[in-house]
């Protein structure tokens, strides 16, 4: 199973010297002297790079690494000069340092861009800090006079001699906020550090702050012509893949001959000679992208492999994220995440690319919010009018259709973006429990005549969040490189109404790039599906799926409602096209807590014991 494949793969990259994971702890004791048992930090593959008084940091081999000497910190990741060459900095500006000491993070936010975490220590404590672009992952927990801060969950277990519990109000609220980032995870103590965020570390104290705000830049470039912003979305996303692409030989894109995907390969292509791409495709036509991908690749001249969904490659008791402190995934993408570790191993890849992110960032919309924002600007008039042709012939509804979500969408307008939850099969006691709670992240909420269309770009790149750390990062890193946050914050600057000119969804980055891609994914308006893939296991897991929902852990525990599950799971066919993934959800979700609690019942004796010492 994943598990037999994830082992031969990370054999085959061993011996090819191409591991090339990121990972990194850093502790935070609240006692004077802190000493670490070498034994147990060679053991987790970590190696002491900075110690203090008070902080000890760890990382792999691979990680970079800047110190702030003589200032007390480090910078862990990549790191790069938002204005200057496209390679990871080895040192920054003592004057950016010492502003790092003195709590302020503006000038490393503004000048500079990358996949980071950071800490500084100072008079009162120390800070701990995320980069923006949610890139690059930040765990912590309490371990007993500590805090400890973690690339990944095994490592933070690791380092803190924690034995893993599951967090069953984490679950149903991960289940119910429907992909909404939030500190709390689904194992217990277990909390990540949200991007954009900075914690400060105290003897009894621990705040956390927001230090990057999306709304800081919506809106920016309003004032600047299409032309203009079409020039800088190109030369900014150029720039930025370029950057990440330098680091690595042999890449594996994920393409799908849609836009995004085809836009970080083309700007690959420019820097890595080995690009080998990989489309997977269903029996079904909704789901066969060949056709696309090859008119990229032909382009690029780069390898393409087409494989075929397979039903050989679900298992319904393996979860998608068994490294992670959260269910995240569907089971139809265990398919996926198979074909893609084997080719890596077949190819000696050193990392995957994807283009993920780019409808988020890129303000990907079939609302009628750009026209409600057109008219909050500039009135009732022809630019609006323009603008009403636009949604019509992007979305192929009628005028008169346009006009009445439009008019919906200014008669429903607030400050604060409504996350919708997702009640479907989960207990009516949750459901109440959680709505009593609320839907809640610091980036919703937006300043006074925060406008529809800017809300709804904001919330589509934090539901890019969490779906950065798929399986195969266990092997080798996955770049992210549309969320850059350079690229984010100028698309944040540019009016809904220019993201859907023409009629086009995504119109501004199909112009940037129009000389560079091929005509026919350039002017694509499909997309593909997996959707019959879906259909397929559940018609063949059918049994086995009632089993896992109706008598598991989620019944058991009154997070799922049988009742409604049992009613759909008795059709011989699932009528709402919705419910099908839902249920995917629901089985790897009761597949990712088998997995923590046999987990956490065999590492039960080696959690007893801490791999900290203290010592006055």
Request: aromatic share 6%; net charge neutral; hydrophobic share 40%.
């Amino acid at each position: 199973g994943h598990i037999r494949r994830l082992r031969a793969s990370l054999a085959v990259h061993a011996d090819h010297g191409s591991v090339m994971i990121p990972r990194y702890a850093v502790v935070i004791s609240h006692s004077p002297s802190l000493a670490l048992d070498e034994r147990h930090a060679w053991s987790t593959g970590r190696l002491p790079v900075y110690r203090s008084n008070g902080v000890i940091a760890l990382t792999s081999a691979s990680v970079n690494k800047i110190d702030l000497s003589p200032i007390p910190g480090l910078l862990i990741g990549d790191l790069y000069n938002r204005h200057g060459p496209t390679e990871p900095l080895q040192v920054i500006p003592a004057t950016v340092a010492q502003s790092l000491v003195d709590g302020n993070l503006s000038a490393l936010i503004s000048g500079y861009w990358g996949g980071y975490v950071g800490f500084v220590e100072t008079s009162t404590g120390a800070m701990v800090f995320r980069d923006p672009s949610a890139t690059f992952p930040c765990y912590y927990a309490h371990a007993h006079d500590c805090m400890v801060f973690a690339s990944d969950v095994s490592t933070l277990l690791a380092m803190c001699g924690i034995n893993p519990t599951i967090d069953w109000h984490g679950i149903g609220q991960y289940l119910f906020r429907f992909g909404l980032p939030t500190s709390e995870t689904a194992l217990a103590g277990v909390k990540e550090l949200l991007p954009g965020t900075a914690m400060r570390v105290g003897n009894r104290s621990a705040e956390i702050e927001q230090i990057w705000s999306p709304w800081d830049f919506v809106g920016t470039r309003q004032n600047r012509s299409r032309d203009e912003n079409i020039a800088a979305v190109r030369r900014v996303i150029h720039a930025c893949v370029i950057a990440q692409a330098r680091r690595y030989a042999r890449p594996l894109i994920s393409v799908s001959g849609g836009l995004d995907s085809s836009i970080v390969a083309a700007c690959l292509r420019e820097v890595v000679t080995s690009v080998t791409a990989l489309t997977m495709y269903t029996d079904d036509p909704a789901g066969d992208e060949r056709n696309y991908a090859r008119i990229l690749c032909e382009a690029l001249d780069c390898e393409l492999l087409c494989h075929r969904y397979i039903l050989t490659d679900v298992d319904i008791d393996a979860p998608c994220s068994p490294h992670l402190p959260r269910p995240v995934g569907r089971t139809q993408a265990n398919a996926y995440e198979n074909t893609l570790i084997d080719l890596a191993a077949e190819h000696q890849s050193d990392s995957f690319f994807t283009g993920n992110g780019g409808d988020n960032v890129f303000a990907f919309s079939r609302s009628a919010a750009a026209v409600a924002d057109r008219i909050l600007t500039t009135g009732l008039g022809k630019k609006a009018w323009n603008t009403l042709n636009d949604i019509s012939d992007q979305t192929g509804s009628s005028l008169r259709q346009a006009a009445l979500a439009t008019r919906r969408a200014l008669r429903n307008r607030r400050s604060a973006y409504r996350w919708r939850p997702n009640k479907r099969f989960l207990h009516p006691n949750l459901v109440e429990e959680l709505e009593g709670i609320g839907l809640t992240h610091h980036w919703l909420p937006g300043p006074a005549g925060a406008l529809p269309g800017q809300l709804s770009h904001i919330a589509g790149i934090l539901r890019a969040h969490q779906s950065l750390e798929p399986r195969r990062s266990i092997i080798a890193p996955v770049v992210n490189p549309l969320l850059a946050q350079p690229i984010q914050e100028l698309c944040l600057g540019i009016p809904s109404w220019q993201w859907c000119a023409g009629g086009r969804d995504r119109s501004v980055v199909r112009s940037a790039f129009s000389a560079s891609l091929p005509a026919e994914i350039i002017g694509r308006r499909a997309k593909g599906t997996p959707d019959s893939f879906t259909a397929q296991i559940i018609d063949l897991f059918r049994s086995g799926i009632r089993e896992r929902l109706l008598d598991g852990n989620l019944a058991k525990g009154r997070i799922v409602d049988r009742e409604s599950l049992e009613m759909v799971l008795r059709e011989p066919r699932i009528s709402r096209a919705e419910d099908r993934p839902r249920i995917l959800d629901l089985l790897d979700t009761e597949a990712w807590i088998s997995h923590w609690m046999a987990r956490g019942s065999a590492s039960g004796e080696a959690a007893c014991a801490s791999i900290f010492s203290f010592s006055q």
